[in-house]
């Protein structure tokens, strides 16, 4: 059975860093592409980053490339998001998802991340 868990959201003020983390099981993160998400107050869900470790491709959102950064550990069955230089508009539950091609199948629940100015 495929699961995803994303964990590691908290209250940061604007400039810090949190690391998000999404621990798989049911397959390795070689096996799909596993992405990270965000839906903040009444906004609808966003790509934020994603990653397919068999073909080492990452990719980032124009809001978010430059501070976050998306890595994959096959030991640990566990995909991180680095954000650094955080900002108020980062605000937002983050979540992780799998699936072909970073085409999200399978979700995981949220984490959320608040930023404050």
């Known amino acids: 059975e495929v699961q995803l868990q994303a964990s590691g959201g908290g209250l940061v003020q604007a400039g810090k860093s949190l690391r998000l983390a999404c621990s798989v099981s049911?397959?390795?993160?070689?096996?799909?592409?596993i992405g990270w998400f965000r839906q903040a107050p009444g906004k609808e869900r966003e790509g934020v980053s994603c990653?397919?470790?068999?073909?080492?491709?990452?990719h980032y959102s124009d809001p978010v490339k430059g501070r976050f950064t998306i890595s994959s550990d096959n030991a640990k069955n566990t995909v991180y998001l680095q954000m650094n230089r955080l900002k108020p508009e980062d605000t937002a539950v983050y979540y992780c998802a799998a699936g072909p091609q970073c085409v999200p199948e399978y979700w995981g629940q949220g984490t959320e991340v608040t930023v404050s100015s």
């Open positions: 049911g397959f390795t993160p070689d096996d799909y592409g």
């Open positions: 990653i397919i470790g068999s073909d080492g491709y990452t």
